[in-house]
């Protein structure tokens, strides 16, 4: 955001807040209750965590007590790589000295979180460490109690005497008392459990009240747009759990009031700060309201909710920006410019995020907020549970008053604000607007494409480059080459043009994927589009009928003349003689190596589901992209999504109790989601890293390689002759596995000689016009290397 000099520098006047003054609570946190944290996330994954990660995180309990010199990411080498943050967090610390107790508190507490991801090896499993503290807290009984307060507060509205006005505002004073329930911050979230809890309005404790202004200036924004639909509200979000269920209740209710006519969750791309609010959070809870254990009340709400998200009235967005180690004022000129043309009002929830309003630096508590904050792009308003000491715009007199009567009032979670700046600074002028350069950029490309231009290397986009774990690798394949786009080996260029998509849209700065159509409108190409179209879920339908009824019942045709090899039979049998040979089926382990999103995604998952619950195997794993590759290549939070997708209300029954038995399947890790960035290099599998084999080998009964990419990868992307024996072409691979393929491209192999010859004479374009099929296998595991 165009901030002055004057403006940085009166931010600077401001105390910035250190951990080395004992008895502060920026010192203490590092002695006791940041310990007790990582101890915490260490006995929730006990069983997951290795007993190196566990000794990891005891030495960083130590280190914190301590006070030992604050370690680099660089000390988790693989982990950093894949990590969209570490390189800004190693710049930060590089030659700091900073230690635990003796550091800027802002920068060293949120970089605790971040080293808790690299030791749990966050970014090669995408399972989140914090989970098991977000699920505990919605087993307990306090954050429904709550909520059912919330969904009986909107259904009186109409029934009562109270007016529009004033049960909008007892709802906004709910929403920010929830903000007490953080996960982080044990001694505060413990005010408000047990099942009796209620959150008390007692304005004594509300230090600032705009309440009755940020409903007016939604008054007046409605009646200037002639319809409150055309409002858009969003949230910059901040814990998950009891904040999140009453988050989700006041969306609910400015949509279903007529406040506005879109709610937007921004949500963080990575867990953070232990109950944080991801993607996958959001779309957890909502599932969760619906559950028959709920009150009918909830349960409706639940319901209401996932139509807002099915009719895109309620919209999840992760941004990696509220991951990073910055504040408001460094906001991205694209999230800016989004925020100042979509949002009519920004609900800025919690002290983290007050904290990146404020610099974190210990403005004169009387300072009008306006001036703390008059940069933001968007009329906003800030609900703030005081756990920090950063904070403006109480009055002098109040002030005092506190001191005398509660010397830990800025933190200690008693009293909290809702404050607003309702009229947004004007985007900053002198600065490229950064979709434009976007766009730019893919048109020059595509003219390149078009036109046999020479291959750019990676190094024209130095910045982003430096932070790809692929980006070195595709230097030095292209370097001295001249190859054109025309004139060039296809496999290898094909697969580089997404990589430079990447590039050109910054993808290693947001962690945005390009080809998602709410942030690259792809028409009707991409990974979302599909999910919206009938046919998926028609599909998947058919895959749940065929669970329970005759194969002849179903509305899938399996036309054998099409499938040109099938060793599925095979297959079957390997497995039953492994299930015999191990003691039971329990012991197998099946790992996909993935494809596509959209309707395979989600036949994989019910094939997923089927050998899990009719026990064939005991694990399945799917093995997914590490960033996105081929426009709908699966990653990590795919997975997720499409499992949440499962649970909506709108899915039939069947699909919604396959998606709840997919959410366990991964909640017992039966269903384990792995992402490496081998999958996206562009290698042919004997080539396959040698600990990725030796994991294979040792923990794979029988892979299954999804796709046309993957079995080009087998074969080299050669033009072997298609009758050679699969075995011939095959003999590297580490463990025993089946290719499911629909013909794309000319590679193939072990198609008998006559079918061939009939397939040349009957349809000349057999090998790549998708309408065939094989199910090959190599079920003899190549010796270890």
Known sequence: MGVSAEFLARVQQGEEIFTNVPGTFANESYKTRLPGLVRDVMANNRSRFSAKQCERLLNLVADMINDAVIPMPSQYPEQAAKSPTSAQWEELLAGKGYTWQNSPWFLGEQYMFHLVLLIAEYYTTGIDPFHPSKVLELAEVTPWALLQTAVGMSAQEEASSQSHHDQLKRFMKLCLWGNKADGCYKEVKDTISGADASLVFDDELLLVDHSDKVISYLKQKAIKAGDAKKLGVQYINDNCGTELLLDLALADHLLAHNWCGKVTLNVKVEPMYVSDATEADVHEHIAEMQYSTRTPEVQALGKRLAGYVQKEQLVVRPDIFWNRYTYYWEMPMELQTRLANEATLVIIKGDLNYRRLLGDRLWPPSTPVEEA????????????????????????????????????????????????????????????????????????????????AKISLPSQYPEQAAKSPSSAHWEELLAGKDYTWQDSPWFMVEQYIFHLLLLMTDYYDTGIDPFRPSYVDVKAFGKDAELKQESPWLLLQTAKVMDTMNVTDTSLVFDDELLLVDHSDEIISYLEQKAAETSGPKNLRVEFICDNVGTELLLDLAMTDYLLTHDWCGKVTFNVKAEPLYVSDVMIPDVHEYIAEMQRPTRTPEVQELGKRLAEHVRTQQLVIRADDYWNMYTYYWEMPTELQTRLAKEATLVILKGDLNYRRLLGDRMWPPSTPVLDVMPYFPTAFVAFRILKSGLVVGIPEETVERLEKDDPDWRYNGKRGTIQSVLKAAPQL
């Open 373 to 452: 904050v008059p940069y933001f792009a968007a009329a906003f308003v800030s609900f703030r549970t005081l756990k920090s000491n950063p904070v403006v715009g109480i009055p002098k007199e109040m002030v005092d008053k506190l001191e005398k009567e509660d010397s830990k009032w800025r933190y200690n979670g008693k009293r909290g604000t809702i404050q607003s700046v309702l009229n947004p600074a004007p985007l900053s002028d002198n600065r490229d607007h950064f979709s434009a350069k976007q766009s730019k950029r893919l048109l020059e490309l595509a003219d390149d494409l078009i036109n046999n």
